[in-house]
């Protein structure tokens, strides 16, 4: 069975800087997708970044570029999003997902929320001074 857990969530102040990770478990494979969604307060859940299992090609959106970065450690099984500069509208709680890399897309392609099946719970990022 597919575990995913998310930590690292806290109050970051703008201009800040936060690293969340994210650990899953439980795939039979070695290569899996890792995604942060995010959901702010009345909004839609959205995706934030995914890294692919096969290559870590990475896929950010456009709202992050340059300030979120997303990594993958497999000798720990661990994807961390560093978290910088933070703007208050990026406060939301942040999902990790995971699902088993189908190399056929590109990761842009992947990086879609329904397409994740193994979710964790989510962790907390208030943005404020």
């Known amino acids: 069975q597919v575990q995913v857990v998310e930590s690292g969530g806290g109050l970051v102040q703008p201009g800040g800087s936060l690293r969340l990770s994210c650990v899953a478990s439980?795939?039979?494979?070695?290569?899996?997708?890792i995604g942060w969604f995010r959901q702010a307060p009345g909004k839609e859940r959205e995706r934030v970044s995914c890294?692919?299992?096969?290559?870590?090609?990475?896929y950010y959106v456009d709202s992050v570029k340059g300030r979120f970065t997303i990594a993958r450690d497999d000798a720990k099984n661990t994807v961390y999003l560093q978290m910088n500069s933070p703007n208050p509208e990026a406060q939301a709680v942040y999902y990790c997902?995971?699902?088993?890399?189908?190399?056929?897309?590109?990761?842009?392609?992947?990086?879609?929320?329904?397409?994740?099946?193994?979710w964790g719970q989510g962790t907390q990022v208030p943005v404020s001074s």
């Open positions: 439980g795939f039979t494979s070695d290569h899996y997708d």
């Open positions: 997902a995971a699902e088993q890399t189908h190399p056929a897309e590109t990761i842009q392609a992947r990086c879609v929320l329904a397409d994740f099946v193994s």
């Open positions: 890294i692919s299992g096969s290559d870590e090609d990475t």
